[in-house]
Protein backbone atom coordinates (compact mmCIF):
# COMPACT_ATOMS: atom_id res chain seq x y z
CA UNK A 1 0.00 0.00 0.00
CA UNK A 2 2.71 2.34 1.10
CA UNK A 3 4.01 1.91 -2.53
CA UNK A 4 1.19 3.37 -4.71
CA UNK A 5 1.09 6.00 -2.44
CA UNK A 6 4.75 7.27 -2.91
CA UNK A 7 4.96 6.31 -6.59
CA UNK A 8 1.26 9.41 -6.47
CA UNK A 9 3.39 11.90 -4.18
CA UNK A 10 6.52 11.89 -6.53
CA UNK A 11 4.33 12.29 -9.44
CA UNK A 12 2.33 15.54 -7.75
CA UNK A 13 5.47 16.89 -6.33
CA UNK A 14 6.68 18.80 -9.90
CA UNK A 15 3.17 20.36 -10.65
CA UNK A 16 2.50 21.45 -7.07
CA UNK A 17 6.39 22.75 -7.21
CA UNK A 18 5.48 24.93 -10.25
CA UNK A 19 2.74 26.34 -8.56
CA UNK A 20 4.38 26.98 -5.17
CA UNK A 21 7.57 28.99 -7.27
CA UNK A 22 4.50 30.94 -9.94
CA UNK A 23 2.33 31.66 -7.06
CA UNK A 24 4.08 34.78 -5.58
CA UNK A 25 4.91 35.81 -8.95
CA UNK A 26 0.97 36.37 -9.74
CA UNK A 27 0.54 37.91 -6.14
CA UNK A 28 3.21 40.13 -6.22
CA UNK A 29 1.08 41.99 -9.01
CA UNK A 30 -1.99 43.44 -7.48
CA UNK A 31 -4.77 44.83 -10.10
CA UNK A 32 -4.59 48.65 -10.22
CA UNK A 33 -8.51 48.70 -9.35
CA UNK A 34 -11.79 46.77 -7.89
CA UNK A 35 -15.18 48.33 -8.46
CA UNK A 36 -17.79 47.23 -6.60
CA UNK A 37 -21.51 47.60 -8.05
CA UNK A 38 -25.03 47.00 -7.09
CA UNK A 39 -26.43 45.69 -9.98
CA UNK A 40 -31.00 44.71 -9.80
CA UNK A 41 -32.78 42.53 -11.43
CA UNK A 42 -31.43 41.33 -14.75
CA UNK A 43 -29.38 43.72 -15.09
CA UNK A 44 -25.83 42.75 -16.74
CA UNK A 45 -22.61 43.03 -14.37
CA UNK A 46 -20.45 45.17 -16.28
CA UNK A 47 -16.62 43.61 -17.32
CA UNK A 48 -13.11 45.04 -16.97
CA UNK A 49 -13.48 45.08 -21.06
CA UNK A 50 -10.47 43.18 -21.38
CA UNK A 51 -7.94 45.36 -19.45
CA UNK A 52 -6.05 42.99 -16.76
CA UNK A 53 -5.93 45.77 -14.68
CA UNK A 54 -8.81 45.79 -12.64
CA UNK A 55 -11.74 43.49 -10.91
CA UNK A 56 -15.11 44.37 -11.33
CA UNK A 57 -17.42 42.63 -8.14
CA UNK A 58 -21.33 42.83 -8.64
CA UNK A 59 -24.23 42.13 -5.70
CA UNK A 60 -27.39 41.41 -7.49
CA UNK A 61 -30.82 42.84 -5.36
CA UNK A 62 -34.02 42.22 -6.56
CA UNK A 63 -35.89 44.92 -8.75
CA UNK A 64 -37.89 46.10 -6.24
CA UNK A 65 -35.21 47.48 -4.26
CA UNK A 66 -34.06 49.58 -6.92
CA UNK A 67 -35.35 52.97 -6.29
CA UNK A 68 -35.87 52.09 -2.62
CA UNK A 69 -34.15 54.37 -0.02
CA UNK A 70 -31.65 51.60 1.61
CA UNK A 71 -32.61 49.73 4.63
CA UNK A 72 -29.96 51.57 7.53
CA UNK A 73 -31.70 55.22 5.89
CA UNK A 74 -35.22 53.49 6.50
CA UNK A 75 -35.36 52.08 10.15
CA UNK A 76 -35.70 55.12 12.80
CA UNK A 77 -32.94 54.92 15.91
CA UNK A 78 -34.58 54.33 19.02
CA UNK A 79 -34.65 57.80 20.95
CA UNK A 80 -32.13 58.39 22.98
CA UNK A 81 -33.12 58.91 27.53
CA UNK A 82 -36.60 57.15 27.05
CA UNK A 83 -39.60 59.75 27.11
CA UNK A 84 -40.05 63.10 27.63
CA UNK A 85 -40.75 64.86 31.18
CA UNK A 86 -43.41 66.82 30.01
CA UNK A 87 -45.25 63.09 28.98
CA UNK A 88 -43.80 61.60 32.25
CA UNK A 89 -46.11 63.73 33.94
CA UNK A 90 -49.37 64.05 32.56
CA UNK A 91 -49.21 60.33 32.64
CA UNK A 92 -48.75 60.89 36.71
CA UNK A 93 -51.41 63.79 36.92
CA UNK A 94 -53.63 61.10 34.86
CA UNK A 95 -52.92 58.46 36.99
CA UNK A 96 -53.60 60.32 40.41
CA UNK A 97 -57.11 62.20 39.33
CA UNK A 98 -58.90 59.46 40.50
CA UNK A 99 -57.55 60.43 44.07
CA UNK A 100 -58.04 64.29 43.97
CA UNK A 101 -60.70 66.62 45.46
CA UNK A 102 -63.67 66.20 43.24
CA UNK A 103 -63.13 63.35 41.28
CA UNK A 104 -66.34 61.58 42.71
CA UNK A 105 -64.47 58.82 43.56
CA UNK A 106 -64.73 56.77 46.75
CA UNK A 107 -60.45 56.65 47.02
CA UNK A 108 -58.91 59.17 48.26
CA UNK A 109 -59.60 62.32 50.47
CA UNK A 110 -62.60 64.48 49.16
CA UNK A 111 -63.41 62.17 46.70
CA UNK A 112 -66.75 62.32 47.18
CA UNK A 113 -67.10 65.87 46.82
CA UNK A 114 -66.96 65.47 43.06
CA UNK A 115 -69.94 63.47 42.55
CA UNK A 116 -72.71 66.11 43.88
CA UNK A 117 -70.41 68.34 40.83
CA UNK A 118 -71.22 65.32 38.50
CA UNK A 119 -74.90 64.69 39.15
CA UNK A 120 -75.37 68.59 38.58
CA UNK A 121 -73.93 68.52 35.19
CA UNK A 122 -75.68 65.41 34.18
CA UNK A 123 -78.38 66.92 35.29
CA UNK A 124 -78.08 69.98 32.95
CA UNK A 125 -76.97 68.25 30.03
CA UNK A 126 -80.65 66.34 30.30
CA UNK A 127 -83.01 69.77 30.52
CA UNK A 128 -80.87 71.15 28.21
CA UNK A 129 -81.43 67.73 25.82
CA UNK A 130 -85.51 68.13 26.90
CA UNK A 131 -85.69 71.80 26.00
CA UNK A 132 -83.88 71.40 22.61
CA UNK A 133 -86.03 68.17 21.64
CA UNK A 134 -89.63 69.96 23.04
CA UNK A 135 -90.03 66.95 25.26
CA UNK A 136 -91.63 68.38 28.79
Do not use: H
Not at 80 to 91: F, K, L
Amino acid sequence: MEAPRRALVLALMPPLAALLCAAPALAAEPPERVITLVVYGDDPCPTDAGKQEEIVVCARKPEAERYRIPKALREKAEPMGGPGWASQVAMMEQAGQAITPNSCSPNGSYGFTGCTQAMLRQWYAEKRMRESTGIP
